[in-house]
């Protein structure tokens, strides 16, 4: 099933459960209702894509994990454009 937290009657995240493990997207939430971040459980570790988002709506970081370890990040700026890989 879906566990929700709620702060001041506002959903704040919400973690998918399956044999007691987190498996699913989990997804976080602004004050506001709009999507903070998103991120892919399997089997209680972070397996494929977190996404954070920006408060209008595009994705600020994306970072590919493999049984919890980070396999790549990349940065957006707030209009969507990839910004350069860190050096």
Not at 27 to 33: A, E, L, S
Not at 35 to 58: C, I, P, V
């Amino acid at each position: 099933g879906i566990e929700k937290e709620y702060s001041n009657g506002k959903l704040q995240r919400e973690i998918p459960y399956s044999h007691n493990l987190v498996n699913g997207t989990m997804k976080t939430y602004n004050d506001d209702g709009t999507l903070a971040d998103s991120t892919q459980f399997s089997n209680g570790k972070r397996n494929g894509t977190e996404a954070q988002f920006y408060e209008n709506g595009w994705v600020s970081c994306q970072i590919r994990y493999n049984s919890d370890t980070v396999v790549s990040t990349k940065y957006y700026n707030e209009q969507g454009q990839p910004l350069s890989e860190p050096q």
